[in-house]
């Protein structure tokens, strides 16, 4: 793997880690009783989920040799 790819590989894991951290805080029910009505919309855990599926493909992807 050259250099901007292992580059590119360490940004979405830690983009991972972000997004896996999110969606777990974000399941909490204590979370969604702090949501005041009339707030701008908060993203659902589900977001989150699908995010981290895509960014673990991209890391497969990159790490396949050419």
């Known amino acids: 793997m ?16 972000t997004y896996a ?5 974000l399941s909490k029910k204590d979370v969604k009783e702090h949501i005041r ?3 701008k919309k ?3 855990p589900s977001f989150y989920q699908e995010r981290v ?3 673990k493909k991209l890391v ?3 790490r396949k040799p050419n």
């Open 21 to 25: 951290a999110l969606s777990l805080f």
């Open 2 to 17: 050259d250099a901007s790819k292992q580059r590119a590989v360490k940004f979405l894991e830690k983009e991972i880690k």
């Open 37 to 39: 009505p009339g707030q």
């Open 60 to 62: 497969h992807e990159l």
């Open 53 to 55: 599926k895509e960014a």
């Open 42 to 44: 908060m993203l659902s």
